[in-house]
């Protein structure tokens, strides 16, 4: 009965990404911007411009740790993660959307309504 017009999802999606874009939260689906490995433990690293969700986050040093759902990362103490405290800086994603309203399919450009 309710059909969600692509221009409306696309103006609310450009709202909420535009009003709240410092902050990431479990959920979120957020997009890697710098897949440099900072540190020579960085063994595993998310791809650039790689859509990822985010299964967790946590205050970190000098800001904030992203685990994400796609990935293990390193850890500290050798091979992947087995802690589970390790995780990426926040600052290598930026947040393309958080899941609210049932709209990441437009969002994405890949609309599989229901027959
Ligand atoms: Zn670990």
Avoid: N
């Amino acid at each position: 009965m309710l059909k969600i017009a692509s221009p409306l999802a696309a103006s609310l999606l450009g709202q909420e990404v535009s009003s709240t874009l410092s902050e990431i939260a479990a959920g979120d689906i957020v997009e890697c911007v710098d897949d440099r490995p900072s540190r020579p433990d960085s063994l595993v690293m998310p791809r650039w411009g790689g859509l990822y969700t985010v299964a967790s986050i946590r205050p970190a040093d000098d800001g904030f740790s992203v685990r994400l759902r796609e990935l293990t990362p390193s850890c500290h103490l050798g091979g992947l993660c087995g802690c589970g405290h390790c995780g990426w800086d926040a600052a290598r994603f930026r947040r393309i959307y958080r899941p609210s309203g049932g709209l990441i399919a437009a969002l994405q450009g890949k609309v599989c309504e229901p027959a």
